[in-house]
């Protein structure tokens, strides 16, 4: 078969791959073995120079010999993820020149050898999720890969974040940091990085933001710190988040939210507040985000809204304050809001309402009012002119 160019033999019992056994093979340009038993690959694609895609994830590797893969030298993705690797010899991808995806995901890496990547001048995306590795990554460690646009550090025990680690990443512009044991946000942890467009931080025990502390990511969208133990954040916590559009709070332990902690974030279109234990909502709280498309507020304890607190947020379309305590809404809750088309007031202790205070929103779609103490004579009237079907926040 001197022309095939592409095999696929995964989800297999292959545990050993003889020298020789791809000789015939020439021509092969993708080779998937992903969850099979290898565990040996020494001298077995010594055959296959033009081989593009290598997929060796889930086996049970636990070495790689020096040299097992010079032969590749036209290689641009290799998978090793999901093995029993706890080491990487030095030179183990310096042939590799041209290999652009390399996920070393899933092993037992413990220390990491940073001379390892300095083979690889046009590696665009490294994945080291869930390798313990954190305390052996030295500054500059990734300073050969210049082209490298994503950086998954997900779960791999990092305590502290090191500015010069990151020094040469000019081109990330996703890293992912999720499920570490951080706590604490210096400033300027991420000035190394000038074209990061989203960070994900989410699971990492951060309690603390240092002023600055995302100072240089001038070109960030996307900011995920979901499911920490932030209770409170300082006025220039955000500072220089110029463009960033998108801003993840939910499930952490904030329970009190102050005017100008949002101050900088003048682009941001997405604010999700979800899941944390805010009681009150202060009336100048939102008042710098009018680029404010949607927000979400629900599964806190909010009791109380001060009039017009979301006064000015002109391009705001949805709202979701759903299984929190309200007991009122007010004439003004809602006042100002011109594009606002959902709103969401489910699963919360309203007794008192105006059907009136709603009918001039020329745009409203959908009200929902399920799991209230609302009488008929209220509910009815919503039910009639806006969609009462239940309608899910995040799904819709």
């Not at 902690?261 to 710098?288: C, E, M, W």
């Amino acid at each position: 078969m001197p022309v095939l160019s592409s095999l696929i033999i995964s989800d297999n019992k292959i545990e050993k791959i003889n020298r020789g056994a791809f000789k015939n093979l020439p021509s092969l340009k993708f080779l998937n073995l992903v969850n099979n038993t290898i565990n040996v690959v020494d001298g077995v694609f010594v055959d296959l120079p033009l081989l593009d895609s290598l997929r060796l994830d889930s086996n049970n590797i636990h070495e790689l010999q020096a040299g097992c893969f010079d032969a590749l030298e036209n290689l641009t993705v290799l998978g090793l993820g999901d093995n029993k690797i706890d080491k990487l010899p030095s030179d183990l991808f310096q042939k590799l020149s041209r290999l652009e995806d390399l996920v070393l995901a899933g092993n037992m890496l413990t220390s990491l050898n940073c001379t390892i990547f300095a083979g690889l001048p046009e590696l665009s995306s490294l994945h080291l999720d869930g390798n313990q590795i954190g305390n052996s990554i030295q500054e500059e460690c990734f300073k050969h890969l210049n082209k490298l646009s994503v950086l998954s550090l997900y779960s791999t025990g990092i305590k502290m974040l090191k500015p010069a680690v990151f020094s040469g990443l000019k081109q990330l512009e996703a890293l992912i940091l999720g499920r570490n044991n951080i706590e604490k946000l210096e400033a300027k942890s991420f000035i190394m990085l000038p074209n990061l467009v989203s960070l994900n931080l989410k699971d990492s025990s951060i309690n603390t933001i240092e002023a600055n502390a995302f100072g240089g990511l001038n070109k960030l969208l996307h900011l995920y710190l979901s499911r920490n133990n932030l209770k409170q954040w300082t006025v220039d916590a955000f500072k220089g988040l110029n463009a960033l559009e998108r801003l993840f709070l939910d499930g952490n332990r904030i329970e009190t939210i102050t005017a100008g902690q949002l101050y900088h974030l003048k682009a941001l279109n997405v604010l999700d507040l979800r899941n944390n234990t805010i009681k009150h909502i202060p009336n100048k709280f939102f008042g710098s985000l009018a680029n404010l498309e949607v927000l979400f507020l629900g599964y806190n304890k909010i009791s109380a809204i001060e009039p017009k607190s979301f006064y000015g947020l002109k391009n705001l379309s949805r709202i979701d304050l759903s299984n929190n305590s309200l007991e009122t809404v007010d004439s003004d809750t809602f006042a100002g809001l011109p594009n606002i088309s959902h709103i969401w007031l489910d699963n919360n202790k309203i007794t008192k309402m105006s059907f009136i205070d709603f009918i001039n929103m020329s745009r409203l779609f959908y009200v929902g009012l399920h799991g209230n103490k609302l009488p008929p004579s209220v509910t009815e009237p919503f039910g009639m002119k806006f969609n009462y079907k239940i309608i899910d926040p995040f799904l819709d």
